[in-house]
């Protein structure tokens, strides 16, 4: 029997869902400052992206450790089953 992942209720945890909603903006943001800054030429669009890639780079770091966490959780659970029923 194969062990299937179902992401997407993985992906209903309360602390992914934060870390969804807060880190695309801010990465967005960082993307965006970057771009323009550059074109433009502006300093402080530098320190924009700056601030925003200090705390975008850790909520995603968050939310990729998370995610895997609770994969294997799911994994050994599943496998906890097989055990039992065999």
Same mark, same amino acid.
Do not use: H
């Given at each position: 029997?194969?062990? /299937?992942?179902? +992401? +997407?209720?993985?992906?209903?945890?309360?602390?992914?869902?934060?870390?969804? +909603?807060?880190?695309?903006?801010?990465?967005?943001?960082?993307?965006?400052?970057?771009?323009?800054?550059?074109?433009?030429?502006?300093?402080?669009?530098? /320190?924009?992206? *700056?601030?925003? *890639?200090?705390?975008?780079?850790?909520?995603?770091?968050?939310?990729?450790?998370?995610?895997?966490?609770?994969?294997?959780?799911?994994?050994?659970?599943?496998?906890?089953?097989?055990?039992?029923?065999?």
């Amino acid at each position: 029997m194969t062990i /299937k992942i179902d +992401k +997407k209720a993985i992906r209903q945890d309360r602390i992914l869902r934060i870390c969804m +909603k807060t880190g695309i903006p801010l990465s967005v943001l960082a993307l965006i400052s970057l771009w323009v800054g550059q074109y433009a030429g502006s300093l402080a669009l530098g /320190k924009v992206f *700056v601030v925003s *890639v200090f705390f975008a780079i850790p909520i995603g770091l968050l939310y990729n450790v998370r995610f895997m966490m609770l994969s294997i959780r799911e994994v050994r659970r599943q496998q906890a089953e097989q055990r039992q029923s065999d």
